[in-house]
């Protein structure tokens, strides 16, 4: 899905005109579907992220793979999409939406287990 969002022709969004406008419409759809992104891929991992020890290792490892997903996401749709153009602003409003969806994530975590404290 992120895949297809990205790659759709840029004249189906706002156009970033400086830097002042860079927190544009369409820097939100990047927070948003990175943030979904990261939040799920933890989710996909809350097993073992309620394991200690291997906390640190999983967030490391979804962060990894977001960041990298994301500067993919920018080259090609600097060199392979039509009508796209890769920019930097995207890329962090997408580096900024994978940290977005670990804070919501751990938020999300926490709550859960103090209303679990709170039941036992």
Same mark, same amino acid.
Request: aromatic share 18%; hydrophobic share 50%; glycine share 8%.
């Given at each position: %899905?992120?895949? #297809? &969002?990205?790659?759709?022709?840029?004249?189906?969004?706002?156009?970033?005109?400086?830097?002042?406008?860079?927190?544009?419409?369409?820097? &939100?759809?990047?927070? *948003?579907?990175?943030?979904?992104?990261?939040?799920? &891929? #933890?989710?996909?991992?809350?097993?073992?992220? #309620?394991?200690?020890?291997?906390?640190?290792?999983?967030?490391?490892?979804?962060?990894?793979?977001? *960041?990298?997903?994301?500067? &993919?996401?920018?080259? #090609?749709?600097?060199?392979?999409?039509?009508?796209?153009?890769?920019?930097?602003?995207? %890329?962090?409003?997408?580096?900024?939406?994978?940290?977005?969806?670990?804070? +919501?994530?751990?938020?999300?975590?926490?709550?859960?287990?103090?209303?679990?404290?709170? +039941?036992?």
């Amino acid at each position: %899905m992120i895949l #297809l &969002l990205t790659g759709l022709p840029g004249d189906y969004f706002p156009k970033v005109v400086s830097f002042w406008d860079w927190l544009s419409p369409d820097k &939100l759809v990047h927070f *948003f579907i990175f943030g979904v992104f990261t939040f799920l &891929l #933890l989710w996909g991992y809350r097993a073992q992220y #309620l394991q200690e020890s291997k906390r640190f290792v999983i967030v490391r490892n979804v962060l990894i793979i977001g *960041f990298f997903y994301s500067g &993919l996401t920018e080259f #090609l749709q600097a060199y392979v999409f039509v009508g796209r153009h890769g920019n930097l602003f995207d %890329m962090l409003a997408n580096v900024i939406g994978c940290l977005i969806g670990v804070v +919501l994530f751990r938020l999300l975590i926490r709550k859960n287990k103090r209303e679990n404290k709170s +039941l036992t």
